[in-house]
């Protein structure tokens, strides 16, 4: 195990790694039921969304883990099923097959810049200063969707609130948030999972902790072939191409679906892996010497790139690295052998999705929330009394929780860096990448108001 993971040469050892995956596991499980909600909308069998879900998720994780040897777990991501469904379906009128055909050569497309580099490029193109925001960001950004996934930011009035504390949910996750932090204080192991387990124990009273609506496992095997390869299908790729005029408006959408997709998994991978020491000084010389694929940051930009186009033959949205992963980061996770921990339990959660659709978001959002405090560390080494750096340093930073978009929040940090280095007269400081990404992104923006 020591040797194929090099455990004490990433200073942890197997029980931190299994308490890693199993707090990463419980944080990102809500997806198991809330992808199909979120697809079967378009159309498609919920039984057949919801295995496709976990196949997506087990596969792109041990890839992420055997081949990468990092501990990222991946599996359809929110935002993006959302954009899947609303957007490209029910705005721009694709069928489902046709959306999946979409996510299907999105991950291709993914594929190829990982491949010949452009991903890692992209990475070493950007300025400390703007890594530090996007680290620091994504803790605001974590901490955020614990605290939307449980409900106590209301947002009735038409401005975020404080909600009022009158619902059994709430006080669920006070209580787990004390107990969080009273047991990160006391240096517990393996404190925010043991959070998790008594919170949604302490749920069980309040009502709070009760099993959503699933499916048996032999239904959803039975649903399955409805989404299985539809792509290549009648109705699927072939139809893309099939009439020139909307040929525009495909290559809009599958641009669409790309750049977001790499941006929040370059920005998953800079804040949680710069702060860790996962992408270590070795991966930065390997990414200089440009050495193939022998460093993790390359093994595991591949292992992304590749989880999209096997999750759309299965019949799901873009899988993609879940910046939940920073809960198992957060606990010490290291290795490969968290992410082989996820992709166990997801596997398991197909037997047994009623006893995991149980754990409530009052019981996850806690360690969400303190994940979140312990990432904004990285604002620390951003000089903020410098407005030259602490512009686009905000945008980054702040744009994430404000836009619910890791790559909305990437945007905005690239365009007020690259303007405030024109106006300053320092062009020449601008990576040539970085301009080119940020003509993309503000193209991006406007083919989205387009459409």
């Not at 996007?134 to 955020?144: E, L, M, Q």
């Not at 107990?179 to 069980?204: D, F, M, N, R, Y």
């Not at 009502?207 to 290549?232: D, H």
Request: glycine residues 10%; neutral net charge; aromatic residues 12%.
């Amino acid at each position: 195990m020591d040797r194929f993971f090099h455990l004490k040469e990433n200073g942890t050892k197997v029980s931190t790694e299994i308490i890693a995956g199993l707090t990463t596991f419980f944080a990102m499980s809500y997806i198991i039921v809330v992808n199909p909600s979120i697809l079967s909308q378009s159309g498609m069998e919920w039984g057949a969304v919801f295995l496709a879900t976990i196949i997506a998720s087990i596969i792109g994780t041990l890839i992420m883990g055997l081949v990468a040897n990092v501990p990222y777990a991946q599996a359809p991501g929110m935002g993006l099923n959302a954009f899947f469904v609303y957007t490209v379906c029910f705005t721009l009128g694709f069928t489902w097959q046709q959306a999946l055909s979409m996510v299907f050569i999105c991950g291709v497309v993914n594929i190829l810049i990982t491949v010949t580099k452009v991903r890692k490029y992209i990475i070493k193109s950007i300025p400390l200063s703007l890594q530090n925001a996007i680290g620091g960001g994504i803790g605001i950004f974590v901490a955020y969707i614990g605290l939307l996934n449980v409900g106590i930011i209301d947002f009735g009035a038409g401005v975020p609130a404080l909600a009022t504390l009158n619902q059994p949910q709430f006080w669920v996750f006070l209580i787990g948030l004390l107990i969080t932090v009273v047991l990160l204080v006391l240096k517990v192991k393996g404190a925010i999972l043991i959070s998790i387990i008594l919170t949604t124990l302490i749920g069980i009273p309040f009502g709070v902790t009760s099993p959503q609506e699933t499916t048996s496992f032999a239904e959803a095997c039975r649903a399955l072939p409805t989404t299985f390869l539809a792509i290549f299908k009648a109705g699927g790729i072939g139809s893309l191409f099939s009439d020139a005029a909307k040929l525009p408006l495909v290559l809009i959408t599958i641009f669409s679906f790309s750049i977001t997709d790499t941006f929040d998994t370059i920005g998953t991978f800079i804040g949680t892996g710069r702060r860790s020491g996962i992408f270590s000084a070795e991966d930065e010389q390997m990414m200089e010497s440009g050495s193939g694929f022998k460093s993790k940051l390359d093994r595991a930009l591949f292992a992304d790139a590749t989880a999209t186009s096997i999750g759309s033959l299965f019949g799901t949205s873009n899988t993609t690295t879940f910046v939940e992963s920073a809960a198992g980061i957060g606990v010490g996770g290291r290795t490969g052998l968290t992410s082989v921990v996820v992709a166990i339990c997801f596997a398991l959660s197909a037997f047994c999705a009623t006893f995991v659709s149980a754990v409530p978001f009052a019981a996850t959002a806690p360690a969400l929330v303190v994940v979140g405090i312990m990432m904004m560390s990285s604002f620390r080494d951003i000089d903020w009394g410098d407005f030259e750096e602490a512009v686009p340093a905000f945008f980054a930073g702040i744009f994430m929780a404000l836009c619910y978009s890791i790559s909305y929040g990437i945007a905005a940090g690239f365009i007020f860096y690259a303007l405030v280095k024109v106006i300053k007269g320092r062009i020449k400081e601008i990576h040539p990448i970085l301009w080119v990404c940020t003509g993309l992104f503000i193209l991006n923006f406007i083919l989205l108001a387009i459409l």
